[in-house]
């Protein structure tokens, strides 16, 4: 079928594209490529090139994969093309999760440690869950879009202000959740990408494995049970995969917003496929995405870098606008 | 004659206000019947209830074994439902659609099977839809995607077919073509029961269920004059029935 043909070209030009970015990415920095050509001979250039730049670039690409996955899965189960992980109150959850850690534990997400980096995943997927399940008990489940993010919003700005309060009580976190809050890949090592990359293939294979259930919900709940799919069952699995894909790009990165809302859509916009082949290609549209900004927030300025964060919601909200503007007109869609 | 879907007692409430006030209905296997009311007569509610999609009192037997004992996938593969006017799935392609009739046959995470396949395509050209299988939903008109919505809902091969106003937005030449296919699966040895507003549709069926307030008024056969009486009366005396040849036609007075 075409859409299979389609899904596999965009799936290897966004590849390609990445292994570009990703090659810039090694490049953009105080020393500039020269760091990548003397790597080899140099032990400075080589520790610039192999303890920093590439993790963080490859970093960037990892958390927005699983920013772009989590968009596409929460767009699939609510029916709502609005539906984004900071939307849904998992962000916020999960930022309060790492507040709640750095507070608790004394540690910093500067830390370079594998126990440190599972430990502010585990708190950040716990607060993500909760930040979810709190919007749907708010909402009273998933059937009215207006209520589920109304009481996303709700539950962004109760947690978010809860987050606040953590750190003010803590105020030797305070510098440290101030980048957390602006969104950084700065401090992402090896360490971190190896969690996120795990979380993220868990993810990615128990959502894409779901896709036809998301398919089958497309056309409303009723039908979706009436081809006898497990919808309890799924939704539960569904809202774990969407908690974990968060949490894990949130406790490493912190609060990068606008790429789980604008990756599926850019995908939609180029291919339309199955849900299965869309969760795949959002999380390559997000993590292409973020590190395209993460390169771009290093260079514009440089030697000094904008958080990613801060560039994300700049281009996002303007993304975002267009979006509606696109709606206003005969034959836009969103 | 037996029955494949049986109601004792259905009694349904919507956000607290009851709709179905107390039905028993015995719809005959291989047969087709249409379920005609005036609006708000709990039509639809109750092709939802008899499908198992909504709670409810009283009781409900598929092929005479209660619903709530069948298991979910085997209970799919055996009652298909088409509902009233399904929106979304946009980006999904026609083929795609139609496939999704399929998930009770298919194991948890195996590829389509040839079998899959070929009741895909036999459903996509029984709707007169193959040709457009590569295209999205989203770029269907309304007719169209009617028709690969019950393509969806042939592709289930279910024994048991309720379709809700499946006649929405079809041209003429279509619904003609809806009543073939309709004869042509009863003539198989499937049930069919369908929600129609277009009563002179409804009255090429073989049983009548008319219904009025959440009751089912009267049950019978199409050509029968007592059911001709009710629908008049449901319909407040607004239409009546006259004889065309060898069908009957609905006409206002």
């Known amino acids: 079928m075409s859409g299979a043909r389609h899904s596999l070209w965009l799936g290897g030009a966004l590849l390609i594209a990445a292994a570009a970015v990703l090659l810039l990415g090694a490049g953009v920095g105080s020393t500039g490529f020269d760091s990548v050509l003397h790597a080899r001979h140099d032990p400075v250039a080589w520790q610039i090139l192999w303890d920093i730049r590439l993790p963080r670039t490859l970093g960037a690409w990892v958390a927005g994969g699983l920013l772009g996955l989590a968009g596409a899965v929460a767009q699939g189960l609510f029916r709502n093309p609005l539906a984004d992980p900071y939307l849904l109150g998992s962000a916020s959850g999960a930022a309060l999760g790492v507040a709640l850690a750095l507070a608790l534990f004394g540690t910093t997400p500067f830390a370079t440690q594998w126990a440190v980096r599972l430990g502010l995943t585990g708190a950040a997927f716990t607060g993500a869950v909760i930040g979810v399940v709190l919007t749907l008990a708010l909402a009273k489940g998933v059937q009215h879009t207006l209520r589920l993010l109304l009481a996303g919003v709700i539950v962004g700005v109760v947690l978010g202000a809860a987050r606040d309060l953590v750190t003010i009580a803590s105020p030797d976190t305070l510098q440290a959740m101030q980048g957390f809050m602006l969104g950084s890949t700065g401090f992402v090592g090896w360490a971190a990408c190896g969690v996120m990359a795990a979380m993220g293939l868990a993810a990615l294979l128990v959502a894409a494995s779901l896709g036809r259930v998301l398919d089958g919900l497309a056309l409303g709940e009723a039908t979706a049970i009436s081809l006898g799919l497990p919808l309890v069952a799924v939704r539960a699995v569904l809202v774990a995969v969407l908690a974990l894909a968060t949490g894990a790009a949130v406790a490493q990165t912190g609060l990068i917003a606008f790429v789980g809302l604008a990756s599926p859509h850019l995908v939609r916009s180029i291919v339309k496929t199955t849900h299965g082949r869309l969760i795949v290609l959002s999380a390559l549209m997000g993590g292409l995405l973020l590190m395209a900004a993460d390169v771009l927030a290093r260079w514009i300025i440089a030697p000094q870098e904008l958080p990613v964060g801060v560039l994300t919601a700049v281009l996002g909200g303007s993304y975002l606008l267009w979006l509606m503007h696109r709606r206003r007109r005969p034959g836009g869609g969103l | ?253």
């Open chain 2, 1 to 253: 004659m037996p029955a494949a879907l049986q109601a004792q007692g259905i009694g349904v409430a919507l956000g607290g206000t009851p709709v179905l006030h107390g039905i028993d209905v015995a719809l005959p296997a291989a047969r087709w019947t249409s379920v005609v009311g005036p609006n708000g007569a709990g039509k639809s509610t109750l092709l939802k209830t008899l499908a198992g999609l909504l709670p409810h009192s009283g009781e409900v037997q598929l092929l005479d074994r209660p619903l709530a004992q069948w298991r979910g996938r085997e209970r799919a593969r055996r009652l298909a439902w088409l509902g009233q006017g399904e929106q979304g799935a946009d980006d999904l392609s026609v083929w795609d659609v139609a496939m999704l009739g399929r998930l009770p046959h298919q194991p948890w995470l195996a590829p389509p099977s040839g079998a899959d396949r070929a009741a895909v395509e036999q459903a996509l050209r029984a709707t007169q839809a193959w040709d457009w299988r590569e295209r999205p939903l989203g770029a269907l008109s309304g007719g169209e995607r009617q028709r690969v919505l019950l393509a969806r809902l042939l592709a289930v091969q279910a024994e048991v077919m309720l379709m809700d106003e499946p006649l929405a937005n079809l041209d003429p030449p279509h619904q003609a073509d809806w009543l073939l296919l309709v004869r042509e699966l009863v003539a198989r040895g499937k049930t069919v029961v369908s929600v129609l507003h277009e009563i002179g549709m409804a009255l090429h069926a073989d049983q009548m269920v008319v219904m009025a307030q959440g009751r089912v008024h009267h049950q019978g056969a199409c050509d029968d004059p007592a059911t001709h009486q009710a629908l008049e009366q449901v319909f407040d005396h607004r239409i009546a029935i006259h004889p065309l040849g060898d069908q009957w036609v609905a006409l206002p007075r």
